[in-house]
């Protein structure tokens, strides 16, 4: 098991929630692999807490889909297949692009318009030093905080849940810096029709964006999906 500390992870006083915050922050980071055992003896040692805390956060994080449980073998990190997530792309398609509707039907905030564009200015600089590891993350946050300003807590319920394979699969190493410049252009494309209070523009880039997302999961190799 995967000890490495991530400073997400925190001390044994604090709440089950907390913990559960703690290994889901390691499974999307790749701290945790697909298919990887986690020990409940192990965790509750690293954490200083007791075995009854982390099998109560097991439930909530199998229940929410991040681990599975296997009869007699223990709790694991799940695998998704690419039909899976396949499937899970086209629902995602259909709620960011509602989420990126309401965020540009909404009047925002001087707050809210600053962090698009802060976050819009941070994906052009990953885009320009061809960093992935900075671009994926500044993804992530750009989409989820689209999703935040839309404010319709159904969409981010079920976003929770059918994006996650997806933090597996982000942009390869062997991605190009062609191909990082088109997925930034969605971007840009997506924030400007936000900030000018364009429904129909936001709704349709965001769509078309997603879709291509899941146009890189149909093109991976088999070995992604082991």
Do not use: W
């Given at each position: 098991?995967?000890?490495?500390?991530?400073?997400?992870?925190?001390?044994?006083?604090?709440?089950p929630?907390?913990?559960?915050?703690?290994?889901?922050?390691?499974?999307?980071?790749?701290?945790?692999?697909?298919?990887?055992?986690?020990?409940?003896?192990d965790?509750?040692?690293?954490?200083?807490?007791?075995?009854?805390?982390?099998?109560?956060?097991?439930?909530?994080?199998?229940?929410?889909?991040?681990?599975?449980?296997?009869?007699?073998?223990?709790?694991?990190?799940?695998?998704?297949?690419?039909?899976?997530?396949?499937?899970?792309?086209?629902?995602?398609?259909?709620?960011?692009?509602?989420?990126?509707?309401?965020?540009?039907?909404r009047?925002?905030?001087?707050e809210?318009?600053?962090?698009?564009?802060?976050?819009?200015a941070?994906?052009?600089?990953?885009?320009?030093?061809?960093?992935?590891?900075?671009?994926?993350?500044?993804?992530?946050?750009?989409h989820?905080?689209?999703?935040?300003?839309?404010a319709?807590?159904?969409?981010?319920?079920?976003?929770?849940?059918?994006r996650?394979?997806?933090?597996?699969?982000?942009?390869p190493?062997?991605?190009?810096?062609?191909?990082?410049?088109?997925?930034?252009?969605?971007?840009?494309?997506?924030?400007?029709?936000?900030?000018?209070?364009?429904?129909?523009?936001?709704?349709?880039?965001?769509?078309?964006?997603?879709?291509?997302?899941?146009?890189?999961?149909?093109?991976?190799?088999?070995?992604?999906?082991?």
């Amino acid at each position: 098991m995967d000890a490495e500390p991530t400073g997400t992870m925190v001390p044994s006083s604090i709440s089950p929630d907390k913990l559960a915050d703690g290994i889901r922050e390691r499974i999307r980071r790749g701290s945790y692999a697909p298919g990887q055992r986690l020990i409940e003896v192990d965790l509750a040692e690293e954490l200083g807490v007791g075995r009854g805390r982390i099998r109560e956060v097991f439930r909530t994080l199998v229940g929410e889909g991040y681990l599975e449980f296997v009869e007699n073998r223990g709790v694991y990190v799940r695998r998704f297949s690419r039909r899976e997530i396949l499937e899970m792309g086209r629902v995602r398609e259909v709620l960011e692009g509602l989420a990126a509707r309401i965020a540009a039907e909404r009047q925002l905030t001087p707050e809210q318009v600053r962090l698009l564009r802060e976050h819009q200015a941070a994906l052009d600089a990953a885009a320009q030093r061809h960093d992935i590891d900075a671009y994926n993350r500044e993804n992530y946050a750009y989409h989820a905080s689209i999703c935040a300003i839309s404010a319709n807590r159904h969409i981010e319920e079920f976003l929770t849940r059918v994006r996650l394979p997806l933090y597996r699969l982000q942009l390869p190493r062997s991605f190009t810096e062609d191909s990082m410049t088109r997925s930034n252009r969605d971007h840009q494309v997506i924030t400007s029709a936000i900030l000018s209070g364009n429904p129909d523009a936001a709704e349709a880039a965001m769509r078309a964006h997603v879709r291509a997302g899941n146009q890189h999961v149909e093109s991976l190799d088999e070995r992604a999906f082991l």
